[in-house]
Nanobody, 126 residues
């Protein structure tokens, strides 16, 4: 059973930066397609970015293009989300997700994912 644990959230001023981490309890992270999602109060969970197990993509939501960067270190079984130029509308709980998948496929629908972390809160406010 794959377990995911997010960290790195917090309170940041508009224009600031944060780096989220997602640590996975597996030695074969490279066999999983992964993604970052977020959910604001009263809203549905939405895709932030996703990437295939072979690092094809990544696919970014239009709202974060040019500001957020996904990366993964398979040796450390960890995925990262570097967030810059943060805006108040980026506020929400951020989740990492994974689905077993070899090859170039990446998944934009949260229903495609089998494993989820507990989330980490990001609040952008002055």
């Amino acid at each position: 059973q794959l377990q995911l644990v997010e960290s790195g959230g917090g309170l940041v001023q508009p224009g600031g930066s944060l780096r989220l981490s997602c640590a996975a309890s597996t030695f074969t992270l490279d066999s999983y397609a992964m993604g970052w999602f977020r959910q604001a109060p009263g809203k549905e969970r939405e895709l932030v970015v996703c990437i295939s197990s072979s690092n094809v993509g990544p696919y970014y939501a239009d709202s974060v293009k040019g500001r957020f960067t996904i990366s993964r270190d398979n040796g450390k079984n960890t995925m990262y989300l570097q967030m810059t130029s943060l805006k108040p509308e980026d506020t929400g709980r951020y989740y990492c997700a994974a689905v077993g998948s070899w090859g170039d496929s990446y998944y934009t629908d949260p229903d495609d994912y089998d494993y989820w972390g507990q989330g980490t809160q990001v609040t952008v406010s002055s």
